[in-house]
């Protein structure tokens, strides 16, 4: 006979999870630093009865769901992904509200358990408040909405399915390859049923993050590839800084002198000035980043996924002799771009590769081009930093005024907008994880939210979060949450007055920014081209009890940091930003343009989109 526990399955689930724990590397920490919710009909009486009998697994209060996901993700990726949260929520669009979270975290492998609350299980009240109805069947709810953007669904119809499901959310949320958003469907009556559940159950359980070795032979081929490799480059990519590998690649590329591009989520993990770093890589790199990929003859991607950012869609690799070796954790990533694929740990692939080349080093021709197109690229940014907008200030001055306030081991975050490409091009990052970029999903919102996540992860840390007035608009409310729990920010609120970003892609489409103003509706054209709008977003902060400080020029701005560094609570510095003067881009980026339309101006951006397209390659 074992011996078992009465609990109601909401108190199983939140005693199972104080009780997970990740390790690698010797090291060990709680899987789990609490939970954060949102409390309705379909959670109050479960989940949320649970967590207040259970005070050593904190609760966090939010005041969006989607957010609090937000937060959550963002701890987990200052933390590698060894430690995420759990989140609460009631049925209905409670829990709906969490799938644009999930899709963040599942685009981005980052892990994070979601606990929707579902509709009866016993169905005996149908339709509850909330319930979406269906003629055909009564097995669904909304939250099978979350099956697509979830790496493991469940619903939890029966107290005693709580032992395997949780056991199978675990492996998926601590296993690098797999991670994402776990989703366990808790039906309301369900949460709140007593189980008499195994005592086991609630043992400590350490979950070992293994380091997975890639194939000895593999190895072999692509260090003999390497070895015959005129015009190498590293793509690096974020599992370079989830597997702390951003030493063994620091070692390893310094000796060989093979240049590494970045891509967003693996901006920091050489620091900027490293000699073989060229900085960021793709549509928004740096002119030497993609001149380099251009004629590489072995691109070796490390922890990247090549999203279109990064491959320039498709464009970036024009060397016909190229060959790609992807290491990656993941086989689904090792085997893209038709790579000789090394499936395995970032840290430990690099050190294999090491030791097998100790001979290897670029030639002396191909280091000078590098260190040129490096030195090029420090006195641009350099200009842009110190350029002085006549009207309002420019974006890049802004980041250079936040860079370089900053200190080393701060964080800069972002997400959406015009700042990421800035960001990617111009931050000069100096700790592997001073460069925080939501890109996979690039969701307007996450900012605030994600700041807020960054900062428990790390308080020792100032966070920049860097946010556009579209995304402010979007989802700022977790400012108040960060001065509930003393978590403090400094955000850097730029007014560009509407989606610059969007409206100069829609400018360079042909289509001159049409819906991306903050304008009047304006009754002589029938359009929103009117006068400006009479919002107040440094009001808006400050009503939401942060402390804000209004600024109309950059030395107005560098002043502002300065206080608002000495706030004890998150401060909010504002400024105006001219949208029209953006920051060059040097690649091309495929978004489609009509292919009928009376504008000459629509005509001319398809002829120069068919122009870039002939460069498109497929690699196999
Ligand atoms: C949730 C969401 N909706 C829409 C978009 C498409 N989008 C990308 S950037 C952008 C505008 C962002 O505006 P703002 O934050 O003011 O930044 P700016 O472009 O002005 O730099 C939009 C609408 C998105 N990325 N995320
Ligand atoms: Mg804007």
């Not at 979270?101 to 609350?117: D, E, F, S, Y």
């Not at 993990?269 to 000699?275: G, I, Q």
Request: glycine share 8%; aromatic share 10%.
């Amino acid at each position: 006979m074992i011996n078992t526990k009465r609990l109601t399955t909401a108190q199983a689930i939140i005693e199972f999870l104080q009780n997970q724990f990740s390790e690698r590397d010797g090291m060990e920490q709680p899987f789990f630093a609490g939970c954060f919710g949102i409390f309705g009909h379909g959670n109050v009486g479960g989940i949320g009865q649970a967590l207040s009998q259970y005070p050593s697994f904190r609760y966090y209060q939010s005041r969006n769901e989607q957010s609090m996901v937000h937060t959550a993700i963002a701890y987990a990726k200052v933390k590698n992904r060894l430690s995420t949260f759990a989140c609460t929520s009631s049925i209905g669009p409670g829990a709906t509200n969490m799938i644009t979270g999930a899709a963040v975290a599942t685009i981005n492998r980052l892990p994070v358990l979601l606990l929707p609350g579902d509709i009866f299980s016993n169905r005996s009240v149908d339709p509850v408040l909330q319930q979406l109805e269906n003629q055909y069947t009564n097995d669904i709810s909304v939250n099978d909405c979350f099956k697509p953007v979830s790496k493991y669904w469940d619903r939890i119809n029966r107290p005693e399915q709580l032992t395997a499901a949780l056991q199978k959310a675990m492996r998926i949320l601590t296993s690098p390859s797999e991670t994402g958003a776990v989703t366990l469907c808790l039906p309301q009556d369900v949460q709140a049923e007593a189980y008499d559940f195994p005592l086991h159950f609630f043992n400590k359980k350490v979950w070992s993050v293994a380091r997975a070795r890639a194939d000895k032979i593999s190895i072999e081929k692509a260090a003999a590839l390497i070895s015959k490799s005129k015009t190498p480059v590293i793509i690096s990519g974020g599992g370079v800084i989830y597997s702390e590998a951003c030493a063994a690649l620091k070692k390893w590329v310094n000796r060989t002198g093979i240049p590494t591009v970045e891509t967003y989520a693996g901006k920091g993990s050489l620091r900027y000035d490293e000699p073989q770093n060229l900085g960021a890589a793709g549509v928004t790199g740096t002119p030497g980043a993609i001149a380099v990929c251009r004629q590489a003859d072995v691109v070796i991607g490390i922890g990247t996924r090549y999203s279109d950012f990064t491959s320039i869609s498709q464009s970036a690799f024009q060397n016909p002799e190229v060959r790609f070796i992807n290491i990656n954790v993941s086989e689904f990533d090792a085997f893209k771009q038709g790579a000789l694929a090394l499936t395995g740990d970032a840290r430990e692939t690099i050190a294999e590769l090491d030791k097998l080349l100790k001979d290897y080093q670029v030639s002396s021709n191909y280091s000078a081009e590098i260190k040129k197109y490096q030195a090029d690229w420090n006195k641009t940014t350099e200009e842009i930093y110190a350029y002085r907008h006549d009207r309002l200030a420019s974006q890049g001055e802004v980041i250079g005024a936040v860079n370089n306030f900053s200190k080393e081991r701060d964080i800069v975050l972002c997400a959406a907008g015009s700042l990421p490409g800035d960001l990617h091009k111009l931050w000069r990052t100096r700790d592997p994880k001073g460069f925080h970029l939501e890109y996979g999903y690039s969701c307007m919102g996450y900012e605030i939210s994600g700041g807020l996540g960054a900062k428990m992860a790390d308080p020792s840390r100032e966070v920049y979060v860097m946010v556009g007035d579209g995304s402010y608009l979007m989802m700022s409310q977790e400012i108040i949450t960060s001065i509930q729990e003393g978590y403090k920010l400094i955000i850097i609120l730029i007014n560009n007055n509407g989606y610059a970003s969007i409206g100069g892609l829609s400018k360079h489409l042909g289509t001159e920014g049409f819906g991306t103003y903050y304008k009047y509706r304006n009754n002589e054209t029938g359009h929103l081209d009117g006068n400006c709008l009479p919002v107040d977003l440094a009001a808006n902060a400050e009503s939401l009890g942060a402390v804000v400080l209004r600024t109309k020029s950059i030395d107005e701005f560098k002043t502002a940091l300065v206080k608002a560094k000495e706030q004890p609570v998150t401060a909010v510095v504002y400024i105006e930003t001219d949208r029209e003067y953006q920051t060059a881009d040097y690649a091309w980026w495929e978004v489609p343009v009509a292919q009928v339309s009376a504008s000459p101006s629509v005509r001319e951006s398809l002829r120069k989109l068919t122009v870039n397209r002939e460069e498109k390659r497929i690699h196999i």
